[in-house]
């Protein structure tokens, strides 16, 4: 059996553990979206804050979603 160290991810807004899942087709580590933590659910908790509104304007996504 293959031994697989990962590594192991504190919420960056309430501290809890995360870990990833291995993805057994392309052997990537995912990482949860949003903090494992029901009262936390952070989408932020592996990112830094982000600090330009724009960069979240729906408006702006959705015209990149269409192409
Ligand atoms: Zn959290």
Redesign the pocket.
Known sequence: MEEITVEIRR?R??G?IQWPRLDAKTKTLLWPNV?K?QK?K?PY?NKERVRDPAIWDPERKKKQMQG
């Open positions: 919420c807004n309430c809890t903090c933590n936390c952070s908790w």
